[in-house]
T-cell receptor, first 113, second 114 residues
Framework: DAGVTQSPTHLIKTRGQQVTLRCSPK?????VSWYQQALGQGPQFIFQ???????QRGNFPDRFSGHQFPNYSSELNVNALLLGDSALYLC????????????FGPGTRLTVT | GNSVTQMEGPVTLSEEAFLTINCTYT??????LFWYVQYPGEGLQLLLK?????DKGSNKGFEATYRKETTSFHLEKGSVQVSDSAVYFC?????????????FGKGTKLTVNP
């Protein structure tokens, strides 16, 4: 049973560029949440997707956007990258009716220079 | 709003020592509470959970009891091992608009020396 997978593992971008991160949920899960974990901090909720729609959003600017596909996989897009966007981006999947029981992927380490 | 406060780290212990990592929360009502663990270079793994007051979550020798009177969920282990070295996060379940998210503390780094 495959767990949550994320790609790429690491990424280096320049300020002003755009980036797309990808996530495949655990088999059978239909809900995907994204979190940003800055160095030395706890994860901060970005948004959650279910049935291809954004259901809830944290305190992040519109530069952060996402998408969920019919197979439940998801993408996180960040435009106009800032140095402060450097972080570990975590994807978590769950079943909609138990969306608080979230299973996390290993994350994508984004470095903005 | 809902929030979680953890004791500041890092915490350094010798093998077989007793571990306590304090966690308190602020929330409306009585949310489910969780402890997650993050090993170096990895994502978060659910360690244990408690869904109502006085519940005790336990896993791999770790325990935490949901105390509504003190709004706390302290993590304990009687005898730590070197392999327990990791960062530990306390979290609560927050429900809004029909969907749910996790609110995390800042994490406590534990190092266990042989």
């Amino acid at each position: 049973d495959a767990g949550v997978t994320q790609s790429p593992t690491h990424l280096i971008k320049t300020r002003g560029q755009q980036v797309t991160l990808r996530c495949s949920p655990k088999s059978g899960h239909d809900t995907v949440s994204w979190y940003q974990q800055a160095l030395g901090q706890g994860p901060q909720f970005i948004f959650q997707y279910y049935e291809e729609e954004e259901r809830q959003r944290g305190n992040f600017p519109d530069r952060f956007s996402g998408h969920q596909f019919p197979n439940y996989s998801s993408e996180l897009n960040v435009n106009a990258l800032l140095l402060g966007d450097s972080a570990l981006y975590l994807c978590a999947s769950s079943l909609e009716r138990f969306s608080y029981e979230q299973y996390f992927g290993p994350g994508t380490r984004l470095t903005v220079t | 709003g809902n929030s979680v406060t953890q004791m500041e780290g890092p915490v350094t212990l010798s093998e077989e020592a007793f571990l306590t990592i304090n966690c308190t929360y602020t929330a409306t009502g009585y949310p489910s509470l969780f402890w997650y663990v993050q090993y170096p270079g990895e994502g978060l793994q659910l360690l244990l959970k408690a869904t109502k007051a006085d519940d005790k979550g336990s896993n791999k020798g770790f325990e935490a009891t949901y105390r509504k009177e003190t709004t706390s969920f302290h993590l304990e282990k009687g005898s730590v091992q070197v392999s327990d070295s990791a960062v530990y996060f306390c979290a609560l379940r927050h429900t809004q608009g029909g969907s749910e998210k996790l609110v995390f503390g800042k994490g406590t780094k534990l190092t266990v020396n042989p």
